[in-house]
């Protein structure tokens, strides 16, 4: 991992979460991705002869951080920016970028409007927010539930899940209860007779105390507790709740079978990682497997990289990348990453059960 620019080799900037509070367990995952990819282009000629290397800038979930990150990186020469994890940061970042006209390929993202207007100068791999939530609502409806209770925080990222939630649910005859607190949830749960509560909440704090006082509450022994952005995808969750951490369905994007090309880098990663890699490290893989494509084929001019989004045809870990435009998307997508609805089985915590698929 590089943290200054060496202008003997092409520099791509990297954007992670590396600290609190920023997701660290997402950060180290993305991190090793990025990694092994810029490893891999290196070990296959790198581009053009040129090594490729990657300079990272930890955001710490901050996005004034993250704007700041890459005006000093765009600053410093490098030919594009990759990464981050959180869809308020990645925001910030592909603002900055857009004004400055540096590329910016989102790794894992997925707030829909990364950009308030439509820009030639971001991409992103990750699916928006509204066809993953989507995909939740399908399953929750499937499975029944249609008394639905959702314990947000403030945040704009929290905000556009819930409002996905009721554009979808409603007019499908489901109904979305916004919990009034955080905090002391069980009584509310029992008097709304909802089915299922959704945790659009951080973890550890304060997730893992909502998770606990359900779990022990007899009267809401059939109640399903949801979290669609994720939580439970990363090690920190099992260790933290144990047993109550399990069937608790969240989104990951991968598909039921791994391309050739993914199994081989699962198994480099689950050595990088000692764990199984979660899909945010295939992201971050991914990432620069069409970078260096790109780079390869035309060029590291940044103008070059963001006239060639639609030119991209990369063979990745979970399917053919192409990007595209999409309907009230205004950055060049991927069209379609797959994506599961899964938990954690109650009799194995470290396997994972499809639930739903897209």
Known sequence: MSTTPDRSSVQIGALVPLTRPGWVEAGRHLLAGLE????????????????????????????????????ELAESGVVAIAGEYHSVVARAAATRADALGVPFLCSSAVLDTLTEQPTEWVARLAPPQSRGWQTYADFLLGAGHTRIAVAAQPSVYWAAGTRILWDYLEPRGGTVIEMRAL?????????????????????????????????????????????????????????????????????????????PLGARVETALRAELTEAPSFVAFEGYDTIAVLADLLRSHGVGRARIAESWSRV???????????????????????????QVVDRDPSDPGCLRIRHSR
């Open 313 to 339: 045809a990369v063979e990745g870990t979970r399917g053919p990348i192409r990007f595209a435009r999409t309907q009230g998307i205004g950055v060049w997508q991927w069209v379609w990453p797959p994506i």
């Open 36 to 71: 092994l990819g810029v490893r891999e282009a290196n070990a296959a000629g790198g581009i053009g002869g040129r090594p490729l290397g990657l300079v990272v800038r930890d955001t710490a979930a901050d996005p004034e951080r993250a704007a700041s990150a890459v005006t």
């Open 183 to 259: 905090t002391d949830v069980c009584d509310e749960l029992v008097d709304s007779r909802a089915t299922a509560l959704l945790l659009l909440v951080g973890t550890p704090e304060p997730a893992v105390p909502i998770v606990q006082s359900v779990r022990r509450d007899p009267r809401l022994a059939d109640l399903l507790i949801g979290a669609p952005a994720g939580q439970p995808e990363f090690a920190e969750w099992s260790r933290l709740l144990g047993d109550d951490g399990t069937a608790i369905p969240f989104l990951r994007y991968l598909p039921e079978q791994l391309t």
